[in-house]
Every structure is written in C-alpha cells, then in structure tokens.
C-alpha cells in the first residue's frame, strides 16, 4: 500500500513535539501510582484543551480518566495513553547509578506512553482540519495499568463502544508493531481469618490463619505441574498477620495474579486456585474469602490494522539516535548483566549484537513477550494495534530504576516522537481508506463470533475510586 501524507502528518508531528516532550518530563517529576495519577491526568486534559479537544472528565465514573475528541461525521479512531508510575523505581534522570529512596517512579516509560499517544491524537486533529476530511480522532487518558485494569472498567462502563479503531504503544528498547501476545490476568484478595491465642501458653485454642496461607501457597504450587505450561501464578502477602511470633496470628491476607495464555482458561485455573484455598482453611480450621480485585483479557489480534501500523514504521525508517545518545545507553548498559542484554534480544527472536540502541524495525511476522496488560479488553471491544517504540538502551529491564533513569532523557524524547509518527501516519490511511477500516471489523467481528468477550471483572468488582470521588 503506497503511504499518503507522510511528509504532512510528520509536519504536524515536528510542530507539537516540543510540548508532548514538556508533558512527558511533567509526568516524570509528578509520579503517581494506580487510581492517584491526578497531577498526570490533570496536565494531559490541559494538553487536550490547548489542542481544541472536547474534553469528558471523569470516564466510567474514573476521576483520573478523561478523554478528548475533535473532529465531525466519520468513523472514529482512538489513541490510547496511560501515565500511571510503579512504586520504588524512583531515579535520577540521566544519572546511572540507582537511588536508595523507596519513592515512586515511571520504570515503565508510561510518562512518554501517553505523552506520545496524545501527540500523535493532536497531530491527526490538526490533519483532520487542514484536510477537511470527515472523521473523528479520539483521545483517552486510561489509569491504573499496572495492576488496576482501568482499561477494563473503561470498556464494561461502554466508554469505547462506538470506536472504530484503536491504537496504542508501549515504551521498550526496539520499535515496530507489538504482537499481540499478552496473558490474561485475574488479581484477588484472600483473606483467612482464624482464632488467636498464645503461642506457647495456649495454642492449642489457636487457628492460624498465617499457616492456611502458608499451605495455600503449598497447595498452588503443587498445582502449576498440572495447568498449561503457558499459564502463571504469582503471589505475595498483603497482611502477615502480624510480627509478634508469640501470637497465633488470627487474620493474613494473600494476594494472587493468574494468568492464562486465552481468556476462556482464566476462569478455570481460578477456581482451581480458590479450591486450593478452600483446602487450606479446611485443614487449619480457619475460614476464607475471596475479593478479585482487578482482571484483564489477553490480546486479540488484529492483522489488517498490524499491516498498516508496519508499512507505516517502515515508510518512517528507524529512529535517528544521536552520538551523545548512544554514549548515555552504553553507561546505562554497563550497570546491566549480560543476561539482561542477551534476554532483550532473545526477546524479539535475534543474536545479539554490538548496539546499545536499535538501528532496526521488528519485522512484521516478529515475536515478542509480554505479560499482561488491560489493552487485552480494548482489542476486544473494538480492532485495536499496538506499537513498541525505542526509549531506552537495549537491555534495560521495564519496571527498573535504569528505565526511570533514561525517561527525560534525549533517548526516550527521539523514540516517543518517532512511534508517535507511526501512530498518526497510521490512523490517516486509516481515514483515507474506510475499505481498510472494513477489514479490520470484518477480521474483528470473525474472532468475536469463534470466541466471545466475557469481561474478567466481576460485575461486584469495582475500581478502588469512592473517595477520590468525594474529594
């Protein structure tokens, strides 16, 4: 497919640059966790009424959720963005070497993911003007990725029930399309409640809830020899139950993520792991709940939209990273084993080679392994694609100091405004071609009917939001 309007979009790309860059080193400085990202989602909604967006605060009832939209008639084309940080990857920007603070930081790059998805929304509004052409281009600032499924509660609420297309991207060390490989994920609470009582004086009164925890542990990983060998369990304690060991601790608290390969095993292998804790409780003599917390779908494909998002990255080339950049990525690669090196190039099914930063577009027919992520319920609610742009040196671990590290850097500002042009050159042929749009609902609609959508949240299940909601 020849590419249209490369040389104007990228024009409206170069333009607005430098302010996605200001919004991305904001949300840098501002790191907030899951449901907080007031600040974050506060600077991206003033970003979207700078750029004459219409503006909806608060999407499916999420004060930190807002999404923008411009344009008139036409099919409708959505960007993702996200802003979300992790909890202990604080660092110091453009500085190698690791920080003993326990602070918040953006180790996922998701300072430059919505940053960059939003310059690619405002370069396709202000395309959309100068062109005349109908359609309408969408923003959403979605919270609470890493680990909230904000994407998830935005779907069941309806909020892109009359999308078109969407498309995302995520921060790593190569560029290209993502495929989507991703694992479906259910996250839940169980809480064992038992008796306490002295350790030493009266234990035989006690029920340890902390030894129902411990034997649920036990009993789960006795299961992982008999669940697919793509499935995964994960767990870590929320509540002990207490430091003193002279009390038969009567209240611990165990928190699961499942994951599954396809959405319809996730639910099976849940309730194998509730089983288990049933078990645990039966023979401790405690009692047990269970609360899910959060859930994500894995990701449908979508190759007619991955098609177009390849041809676009390789009509653009790869990023041009400068001298002082591949200085700065080789002192990152120096603070990272060998290992981590060979397992980013294992990762993408190359040997690897001597650069610090990639030089190359993944091919279209690549591999690349992900965890999970709530995009999954996006993709099947509407024909969604995502990207992998380049923001940090090769090798560098995502959810790790050295990714804080480098997310002002010059690096990350090269990639995040390169797969930024891939989005929009994307979505224009998108906007040109309303028969491409066509086969992307048409492949859409064939996988929904072989396997429809169950939401993974429970309909009791809700984002953690009430009391921001009364602030």
């Known amino acids: 497919m020849e590419m249209r309007n490369l040389e104007d979009i990228g024009t409206h790309v170069d333009a607005l640059a430098p302010a ?47 999404m923008g939209e411009s344009g008139t ?8 963005g996200e802003y979300d940080a992790l909890p202990g990857l604080a660092a ?10 326990s602070a918040n930081g953006h180790g996922c790059g998701h300072n430059l993911l919505g940053a960059a998805s939003l310059l690619a929304a405002a370069a396709v509004a202000r395309w959309l003007r100068a062109s005349g052409m109908p359609g309408r281009v969408r923003y ?52 064992f409640s038992g008796r306490s009582a002295h350790a030493a004086a009266s234990p035989h009164l006690g029920r340890s ?44 608290v165990v928190r699961y993520s499942v994951r599954t390969e396809a959405l319809a095993d996730l639910s099976p292998l849940t309730e194998r792991v509730k089983q288990v804790a049933e078990g645990a409780a039966l ?7 269970s609360h899910v917390t959060a859930g994500v779908a894995n990701l449908l494909p979508c190759p007619p939209l991955e098609k177009i998002l390849h041809e676009s990255f390789m009509e653009i080339g ?13 002192e990152i690669q120096a603070t990272l084993s060998s290992d981590e090196i060979d397992a980013a190039f294992r990762q993408i099914g190359r040997r690897r080679r001597d650069i610090a930063l990639t030089d190359f577009i993944l091919p279209s027919d690549g591999i690349f392994s992900l965890g999970s992520t709530d995009v999954g319920d ?52 998108l906007f040109l071609s309303p028969e491409l749009l066509a086969q992307a609902r048409e492949d859409h609609a064939a996988r929904l009917a072989e396997q429809p959508y169950t939401c993974p949240i429970p309909p009791d299940t809700h984002p953690p939001v009430q009391a921001s909601l009364q602030d």
């Open 20 to 66: 996605a860059i200001a919004l991305g080193d904001a949300v840098w400085d501002t790191p907030e966790l899951c449901y907080e990202e007031r600040r974050s989602c506060e600077l991206h909604t003033a970003m979207l009424h700078e750029q004459g967006f219409t503006v909806t605060p608060h999407v499916a009832g999420i004060p930190t959720a807002v």
């Open 73 to 80: 008639a036409g099919p409708v084309i959505a960007f993702l």
């Open 92 to 101: 110091q920007a453009g500085i190698c070497r690791p920080v003993t603070t």
């Open 140 to 191: 959403y600032g979605c919270p609470a990725e890493e680990g909230g499924a904000g994407k998830g509660f935005m779907v069941r609420a309806g909020a892109f029930k009359d999308v078109d297309a969407a498309i995302s991207w995520h921060p790593t060390a190569f560029c290209g399309v993502l495929p989507p490989s991703s694992l479906a994920n259910m996250r839940m609470d169980f809480t």
């Open 209 to 252: 809830a902390l030894d129902a925890v411990e034997l649920m542990n036990v009993g789960v990983n006795y299961l992982r020899e008999h669940m697919l060998p793509t499935s995964r369990i994960h767990y870590a304690y929320v509540d002990a139950g207490g430091s003193a060991p002279n009390v038969v601790q009567s209240r611990a």
């Open 283 to 289: 023979m401790t003599g405690t009692t047990v709940t």
């Open 318 to 330: 790869p990023p041009r990273f400068s001298d002082a950049d591949n200085i700065f990525a080789r």
């Open 378 to 429: 996006v993709s099947w609610t509407v024909p969604t694609v995502q990207a992998l742009g380049a923001t940090c040196a090769i090798g560098t671990p995502l959810h790790s100091w050295q990714m804080t590290a480098q997310g002002k850097s010059s690096i990350a500002h090269t990639g995040m405004i390169h797969v930024a042009r891939a989005m929009a050159l994307t979505a224009t042929q």
